[in-house]
């Protein structure tokens, strides 16, 4: 049984000298130290750093602040690369900065805002964050509380975030903030530039997670947090509109990195099973194990070529909400079928605290709920049907 699937049809040769680039990576400067990551609670800023200087930051960013001006496709490949890892919380450490919390700066940002911040993005020395979900709120956008009011020729923001990815350790926040409280519920919503230090804004308590060891996460609050109007990202209550034009690409890179952490697990679980002996032969030689890691394999082969399929649609620019919301739900309820199967299958190994398979299995919970719950996911498929 192959769990190195072959590549799903059409990628170029540029996109797998990015996969070839990003797996060595992993092999030499992740897999020997991660370990030491998970028990600090962050990846370092050098290996940060590191992958701004091999260019991996900036793959979607213009070429004029360092980029590659790469497509869908291109960032695809790097979160299931970096999803193979078996660290869930190096990759999404990285994907937040590549591809959740910077996009917006690029897309609607002024030119000034652009030379500031993403040269500095992409080489790594400026790490982001984007503080959008809250307290009792979650990631309702139209529910938010956070609000920011103008003062003079600038802005106060008041409210709180939660469960914010990198909020820890950022050097510059993307904050959304409710500037027209009479709006629509789903208007009104401004973005801001907030960078670390600006008085009012405080890191309220580092969280911990139940899986994501090696990427901080932080609670923060915004007390009288003024900034200047050259804060205010795109257009005054047009907000929400600037966060949804990368939500399609924020949940494919989700289901690529879950997909990379289902493909590790096989070869992992696979490599075990093939050794493990147990009642007169190995499990492997178990008829029922064979057959149910065979359909895993199929199931996440066939969820593979879906995903690139949907990349390659989004990369054209044909809207493919649909299946952007398909494909979400779909790997990230499979990556929890995947780990719950290989744990099962190391028996009382998985089981226990250090090794991979157990680490995978926290990590992947999180996948049908970070990005668009799985049942948020499924609701958008329905309005479409």
């Known amino acids: 049984m192959q769990t190195n699937a072959a590549h799903p049809s059409g990628l170029t040769e540029e996109y797998e000298l990015l996969r070839d680039q990003v797996r060595r990576f992993v092999e030499r400067e992740v897999l020997p130290v991660a370990d030491a990551w998970e028990r600090q609670g962050e990846t370092p800023r050098a290996v940060i750093r590191r992958m701004g200087e091999l260019g991996m930051l900036g793959l979607r960013f213009p070429e004029e602040y360092g980029g590659a001006a790469a497509d869908t496709v291109a960032s695809v490949v790097f979160a299931e690369e970096l999803g193979r890892s078996t660290y869930g919380g190096f990759a999404i450490t990285i994907l937040t900065q590549t591809d959740t919390a910077s996009p917006p700066i690029a897309a609607v940002g002024t030119a000034e805002q652009k030379a500031r911040y993403l040269p500095a993005i992409v080489s790594g020395e400026c790490l982001v ?101 050259t804060a205010l990202l795109g257009e005054v209550d047009r907000g929400f509109t600037a966060l949804m034009k990368n939500v399609q690409n924020e949940r494919l890179v989700l289901a690529a990195q879950s997909l990379g952490e289902s493909q590790a697990a096989l070869a992992h679980t696979l490599d075990y099973v093939r050794l493990r002996k147990a009642f007169g032969g190995t499990l492997w030689d178990k008829q029922a194990i064979r057959q149910r890691l065979s359909m895993l394999a199929a199931r996440v082969q066939a969820a593979r070529y879906f995903v690139y399929g949907v990349a390659g649609l989004d990369a054209r620019g044909i809207n493919c909400v649909r299946e952007v919301s398909m494909i979400k739900a779909l790997c990230g309820e499979l990556v929890n079928d995947v780990m719950d199967d290989c744990v099962q299958f190391h028996g009382g190994s998985g089981y226990m605290h250090g090794t991979p398979i157990e680490r995978m299995y926290r990590d992947a919970r999180v996948h049908a709920i970070g990005g668009g719950a799985t049942e948020i996911m499924l609701e958008e498929v329905a309005k479409r049907m």
């Open 129 to 229: 964050a984007v503080a959008m979900t809250e307290p009792d709120v979650g990631s309702d956008i139209a529910a938010l509380r956070t609000r920011a009011v103008r003062d003079g020729d600038g802005w106060v923001i008041d409210g709180a975030k939660t469960f914010i990815t990198n909020g820890v350790n950022a050097d510059l926040y993307v904050v959304a903030a409710r500037t027209n409280p009479s709006a629509k519920p789903s208007q009104g919503v401004s973005l801001f530039l907030v960078d670390k230090g600006t008085p009012g804004l405080r890191v309220e308590r580092r969280l911990e997670k139940m899986g994501w060891k090696s990427s901080d996460t932080a609670q923060l609050s915004f007390e009288a947090c003024r900034v200047p109007g």
